[in-house]
């Protein structure tokens, strides 16, 4: 019965992995119409194309590495001990592949305990973490639409998806994690894990970048450069929403005991819990998901004055700005964290604009990099003294922890990012001749189907009696 | 100190009611809640007002409107 019970509840998490990965995807659909609703007709699909081949990219480099990194880096390594070894991670590892939970003879580093733990979890843990990977990167690639090569937002795409953001979920967003035990630094839902490290990169990249011809009058005030289709942009950020529940599911473990946890939880009640095994449930995060999204809608109309963009993005802004506390929050403190943080990231987008010439097509910094590193500081204050973790000894949450942690991750997704972009700069691989970008990214793509059109044309009338 | 009470996870589940913070002001949450949904209602009530009068002191002529309706 106990052998039956644990099949079943591996079986469970499993499949709920699986349906977290399939609702998360639709964050990259959203994400692809969003950003050629933004772009203007004559850069349409290579705008597609970068975006989407994103995926392909930090999934295959995720596999080789990218999973490895999480369970490797835990303890920094050289901050709280050394390298983890991950046998389980390691690419050659038959646990990386189809894999029934019996160890096979001479298969060295595999444990019986390991098998039966990851042989049916690794695919599913190993596909949600890349779509959280994909999310990250895909975040950078709208704020530098129009002027950015494509086989630099790769590069890039591949450094924050599949080493960075990992690298900071290893410390950050892991049970075992050196900020967690040091810092206390909490971050359920990976307002900073995510999308600060994200928007620090995309504030790095756009940087070096530089703006768009034409978004800056000779004045230096700023032209607006409207989103050629608003409808595909409002689309898109529903379907970004809507992934956004396999996100959040995602970040959950669905259920499990106090035994497995083997931390300080006394009893028998099994529960859900948070990344760090510390209890939620799926309806808190329920309540707070939607409470914090409406907070920021409802925000953003007034703010904006009903502009369709910035009323939705920072519905998104709001989901982003709470979530490194919602696993804990009250309802009503999520809306209002979702109201008044976005408030200020709009602002933000707008000062840094104007100030600093950042030329940002989608807000992206604004609404992942800003939303996210407030949201952490804001979680800092209302979860102080909070314990971060079921473990003994894990230092509890509190504002500096929580302080520091978002410094480090917006730091970590802005140093080797701004590093990069200089390096591909100088050798004349991050932005397109200005030529290119006038006739606009799509100008070839644009005439052979032209040709093709009038090709097929005449020969079909020359066959007209 | 701690912003829900809890010091540390050493406790059986089935103990531990509530775990948000501030617990015991739900009810001033409330009402910022509703003084925030009103307010809402007050805002967008004046802004929209201030886009009627706007739109309704554009387009003297009816050129723009016709074309409106031309474009469906």
Redesign the interface.
């Known amino acids: 019965m106990e052998g039956n019970l644990n099949a079943l509840t591996t079986i469970f998490t499993e499949f709920y992995y699986w349906v977290t990965i399939v609702m998360m995807f639709l964050i990259h659909v959203g994400f692809c119409m969003y950003e050629v609703g933004v772009s203007r007709r004559r850069n349409h699909l290579k705008t597609l194309m970068k975006n989407a081949m994103a995926i392909p990219l930090v999934t295959i480099t995720f596999y080789f590495f990218g999973w490895w990194i999480y369970f490797g880096f835990p303890n920094g390594p050289g901050i709280a001990g050394g390298l983890v070894t991950a046998p389980f991670a390691e690419p050659w590892n038959p646990l990386m592949g189809t894999h029934l939970s019996g160890v096979n003879p001479g298969e060295t580093g595999v444990t019986p305990t390991d098998a039966a733990l990851w042989h049916r979890l690794n695919g599913v843990f190993w596909g949600a973490f890349l779509l959280f990977s994909i999310t990250t990167a895909s975040i950078i690639s709208g704020s530098i639409i129009e002027r950015a090569r494509s086989g630099a937002f790769w590069i890039v795409a591949v450094l924050v998806g599949s080493v960075l953001w990992i690298l900071d979920a290893s410390w950050g967003w892991h049970p075992q994690g050196w900020m967690v035990k040091l810092w206390g630094y909490h971050d359920a839902y990976a307002s900073g894990v995510v999308h600060a490290i994200a928007g620090g990169a995309a504030l790095a990249f756009l940087i070096v970048l530089g703006p768009r011809i034409g978004k800056f009058r000779p004045d230096g005030t700023a032209r607006e450069i409207p989103p050629h289709n608003v409808w595909l942009v409002t689309i898109g950020l529903f379907l970004i929403f809507t992934g956004f529940w396999g996100f959040y599911a995602a970040c959950n473990i669905p259920l499990i005991s106090?035994a497995t946890i083997a931390?300080?939880?006394?009893?028998e009640?099994w529960?859900a819990t948070n990344i760090y095994l510390?209890?939620t449930t799926l309806s808190a995060i329920t309540f707070n998901f939607l409470m914090s999204l409406s907070g920021g809608m409802?925000a953003g109309?007034?703010v904006s004055?009903?502009d369709p963009f910035w009323t939705f993005s920072m519905g998104l802004c709001g989901i982003i700005s709470a979530s490194a506390g919602n696993d804990?929050?009250?309802p009503?403190?999520a809306?209002?964290i979702g109201?008044i943080v976005p408030t200020i990231c709009y602002k933000l987008h707008y000062f840094v604009e104007r100030r600093f010439k950042i030329d940002d097509a989608v807000g992206a910094v604004a609404v992942h990099g800003y939303g996210g590193f407030l949201g952490v500081v804001v979680a800092g204050f209302?979860?102080?003294?909070?314990?971060s973790?079921?473990y003994?000894g894990f230092a509890?949450i509190s504002p500096l922890g929580n302080f520091a942690g978002a410094v480090l991750m917006f730091a970590l997704g802005f140093v080797p990012t701004f590093v990069v972009c200089k390096i591909l700069n100088s050798m004349n691989l991050l932005r397109v001749p200005a030529k290119v970008e006038l006739e606009g990214f799509d100008f070839a793509l644009n005439h052979a189907f032209e040709t093709s059109v009038r090709e097929v044309g005449t020969a079909e009338k020359a066959m007209i009696k | 100190?701690?912003?829900?009470g809890?010091?540390?996870?050493?406790?059986?589940?089935?103990?531990?009611g509530a775990?948000?913070?501030?617990q015991g002001s739900?009810v001033v949450?409330?009402i910022?809640?509703l003084v925030?949904w009103i307010g809402?209602h007050v805002?967008?009530t004046r802004?929209e007002n201030a886009?009627i009068e706007a739109d309704m002191a554009a387009d003297r002529t009816g050129d723009e409107t016709r074309k409106a309706i031309d474009r469906h």
């Open positions: 106090p931390g300080q939880i006394t009893g009640t529960t510390a209890p409802l109309y007034i004055k009903g804990l929050y009250h009503i403190q809306l209002l109201a209302m979860l102080w003294g909070q314990p973790s079921p003994e509890h | 100190m701690s912003t829900n809890m010091e540390s996870w050493a406790v059986d589940l089935k103990d531990v775990i948000y913070p501030f739900e949450m409330v910022i809640g925030f809402w805002l967008q802004q886009e």
